[in-house]
């Protein structure tokens, strides 16, 4: 990764873009997107719960804890241990300021609970995020991208057939789950810069 790479402006505007969704969604309000995305969902996937139910598949933990613990060793194995940590801080603090200070917040209620922005989707795309950053770039970061681009739409899908979630709960834990990694990356990059012995002009 580069830190010259503008992750901090990244993490900023997904910041500012998601604050101001939830805003526009707090309480109980549903958007026209939301509206237009349930109607389509519904006509096209009716209610096969069990094709939704598999599209949610990769938010649940036992899929993600594996694949953050797999990556955690390979950074510890190359000796990196700034990528190391940026797996297992990015997607904990993520889902940790969702949880208890993002969806209190805003307050928006699906059911009987808070659902802006997406907790599953946090997760996801928290991980997600930081194996784009992670890798390298080229064929590899594009790869990537698209398959985490695909599975994030599969998993959108079967939360709203399956009435988790609605469209913009999605996308404010998309935004949220970005700016987190990048601004964790960011952090990391500098803790990383300080420690760094300044060469000799000797």
Known sequence: ????????????????IMAVLGMLVSGTSVSGPDELAVKWVERAFGS?????????LPTEAYVLIPVAAVTVALCLAARRKP???LTVA??????????WVLKPLFDRWKNTYLAYPSGHTVALVAVLTV?????RPGVATAVISVVGAVVLA?????????GYHYLTDVVGGTLFAIAT????????SWAARRRAPVPSDG
């Open 90 to 99: 990015g997607p904990l603090v993520a889902i940790f300021a969702n949880t």
């Open 131 to 135: 194996l784009v950053l992670l890798a």
């Open 181 to 188: 990694v990048c601004a964790t990356w960011e952090l990391l």
């Open 83 to 85: 990528e190391a940590a």
């Open 1 to 16: 990764m580069s830190g010259r790479a503008p992750y901090g402006l990244v993490a900023v505007t997904c910041a500012v």
């Open 154 to 162: 599969g998993v959108t899908i079967g939360m709203i057939g399956l």
């Open 48 to 56: 096969d719960t069990g094709l939704l139910r598999l599209l949610v």
